[in-house]
């Protein structure tokens, strides 16, 4: 079952935050954020493992409760460079290997 | 350079003509994979691969086959294809025998059944 992702899509002004969310109803061994621009593969962001870690990437970070099987992304101060759809993954871990993806946010900045 | 190749990158078939959808990568990752992406339903994975020989099915695995017979090759497989297969494909591959590293994707392959 593929996780829910909130918003469906979002139009922000450069330097504004956001914040995009990814649940789940199972149990997670690991959440993964990736970005995919228009007409592009998706690209690596991070990768947050169970244990509630937080990790950061720039301006952009993560957060990761799995009690609550839930997944934050921050983005801080927004670049017209981050503009793009942001997808995040879930894997719940030994014996089930697969990846499944969620529908997606698309974030829009604008000047 | 380290990459994943897909081949070919836009490919229009016909009903029922077999097709082969070729994945390489040059990183000896072990995890390798499938997946399809349509519009509002985002990236589905079809069929995963954690090392040679070991294939298993992904969450929409109907109408396709898979194989990994090398480590560097995971070619995706459409027996007799139909219209509602038309989609944007992307190969990927990571290192670990599990999706929990960075997962490298291919370009895609833009796939029309007429």
């Known amino acids: 079952q593929q996780p829910v992702q909130s918003p469906q899509a979002v139009i922000l002004r450069e330097g504004e935050d956001a914040v995009i969310n990814c649940s789940s109803s199972?149990?997670?061994?690991?959440v993964h954020w990736y970005r995919q621009k228009h007409g592009e593969a998706p690209v690596f962001l991070m990768i947050l493992l169970k244990g509630g870690e937080q990790k950061g990437h720039e301006k952009i970070s993560a957060s990761f409760n799995e009690k609550k099987q839930q997944s934050s992304l921050y983005l801080t101060a927004s670049q017209l460079s981050y503009s793009g759809t942001y997808f995040c993954g879930t894997e719940r871990g030994f014996g089930n290997e697969k990846l499944t993806f969620g529908t997606g946010t698309r974030l829009t900045i604008i000047p | 350079e380290a990459q994943v190749t897909q081949n070919p990158r836009y490919l229009i078939t016909v009903t029922g003509k077999k097709l082969t959808v070729t994945c390489s990568q040059n990183?000896?990752?072990?995890?390798m994979s499938w997946y399809r992406q349509d519009p509002g339903l985002g990236l589905r994975q079809i069929y995963y691969?954690?090392?040679?020989?070991?294939?298993d099915k992904g969450d929409v695995p109907e109408g396709y086959k898979v194989s990994r017979k090398e480590k560097r090759n995971f070619p995706l497989i459409l027996e007799s294809p139909s219209p509602n297969q038309t989609s944007l494909y992307f190969c990927?591959?990571?290192?670990?025998?599990?999706?929990?590293?960075?997962?490298?994707f291919g370009q895609g392959t833009r796939l029309t059944v007429v």
């Open positions: 990927a591959s990571s290192f670990n025998a599990a999706p929990n590293t960075e997962a490298f």
């Open positions: 990183m000896n990752h072990e995890y």
């Open positions: 199972k149990a997670l061994y690991s």
């Open positions: 691969s954690m090392n040679v020989e070991v294939t």
